[in-house]
T-cell receptor
């Protein structure tokens, strides 16, 4: 069974631009969570989607948004990029997500650099 | 608020030796889950081991085992017979319901 995939793997943008990242979960997994990983803040939870609905949201500004499609693929969008948005963005999938005892499986991440 | 603390930013171990990585957490809940994830350099984060808080028996996965002390809110990872491929960042994580939190990580170096 294929693992979690994320595209693109690397991205360079300039301040003020917007960016869309994509995540394809493991087949059969309905929950997708997004995390931001930086050297200073570590791993921080962004949001979780389950069955096309945002189930949980972390403490990030409204510039960070996401969505999930009927095939469980998820996209994350960051608008009006700031230098501080430079990070590794990880997505993780699980069968049922936060309301269950599932284990999350992580993708390889998208490294975003904002210049 | 639930927090996860890994007090060792870096650890080093000789190949074939045993190393223990520490993790403590703060929670008022009684039924939760704890995880150790491994993130090798420039590679995907993978689950190493998982522990359900309601289980008293410590989880074991091959060379990896945990020492779960619920009353002390401690969850350490022991790696036996360390191998070069064990070199990575190790993250301890806590999950209760929709709340999942990670520690800052411990960078493990394995010396040949």
């Amino acid at each position: 069974k294929a693992g979690v995939t994320q595209t693109p793997r690397y991205l360079i943008k300039t301040r003020g631009q917007q960016v869309t990242l994509s995540c394809s979960p493991i087949s059969g997994h309905r929950s997708v969570s997004w995390y931001q990983q930086t050297p200073g803040q570590g791993l921080q939870f962004l949001f979780e989607y389950f069955s096309e609905t945002q189930r949980n949201k972390g403490n990030f500004p409204g510039r960070f948004s996401g969505r999930q499609f009927s095939n469980s693929r998820s996209e994350m969008n960051v608008s009006t990029l700031e230098l501080g948005d430079s990070a590794l963005y990880l997505c993780a999938s699980s069968l049922q997500g936060s309301t269950s005892t599932d284990t999350q499986y992580f993708g390889p991440g998208t490294r975003l650099t904002v210049l | 608020a639930q927090t996860v603390t890994q007090s060792q930013p870096e650890m080093s171990v000789q190949e074939a030796e045993t190393v223990t990585l520490s993790c403590t957490y703060d929670t008022s809940e009684s039924d939760y889950y704890l995880f150790w994830y491994k993130q090798p350099p420039s590679r995907q984060m993978i689950l190493v081991i998982r522990q359900e808080a309601y289980k008293q028996q410590n989880a074991t996965e091959n060379r990896f085992s945990v020492n779960f002390q619920k009353a002390a809110k401690s969850f350490s990872l022991k790696i036996s017979d360390s191998q070069l491929g064990d070199a990575a960042m190790y993250f301890c994580a806590y999950r209760w319901g929709n709340d999942m939190r990670f520690g800052a990580g411990t960078r493990l170096t394995v010396k040949p």
